[in-house]
Nanobody, 127 residues
Framework: QVQLVESGGGLVQAGGSLRLSCAPS????????MAWFRQAPGKEREFVSY????????YYTDSVKGRFTISRDNAKNTVYLQMNSLKPEDTAVYYC????????????????????WGQGTQVTVSS
């Protein structure tokens, strides 16, 4: 069983930055590919970014490309989401997700592709 714990959320003004962290526990972190999703009030959960376990390859949804960066530190058992140039529309609860696989050709943006989920951390961007 893998437990995911997110941290780093908060309130920031538009144009500001935040860094989210997710620390899985219970199994070997390097075996898991990781992703970030978000859910705004009244909206469905949506994919943000993915990082593969084997080589750190990354994938982003179009709305965050050039502003957000996903990374991982296997020595620290942590995955990060650096969020720059934040916009009010980035306001959401951000969730960390994990899957025990290193495949690339699957539907990364589908929440059902991931086995483990964190409880979420709130990000609020004021205008």
């Amino acid at each position: 069983q893998v437990q995911l714990v997110e941290s780093g959320g908060g309130l920031v003004q538009a144009g500001g930055s935040l860094r989210l962290s997710c620390a899985p526990s219970g199994r070997t972190f390097s075996d898991y590919s990781m992703a970030w999703f978000r859910q705004a009030p009244g909206k469905e959960r949506e994919f943000v970014s993915y990082i593969r376990s084997s080589d750190g390859s990354t994938y982003y949804t179009d709305s965050v490309k050039g502003r957000f960066t996903i990374s991982r530190d296997n020595a620290k058992n942590t995955v990060y989401l650096q969020m720059n140039s934040l916009k009010p529309e980035d306001t959401a609860v951000y969730y960390c997700a994990a899957r025990e696989a290193s495949s690339w050709f699957f539907n990364k943006e589908r929440s059902q592709s991931y086995t483990y989920w964190g409880q979420g951390t709130q990000v609020t961007v004021s205008s």
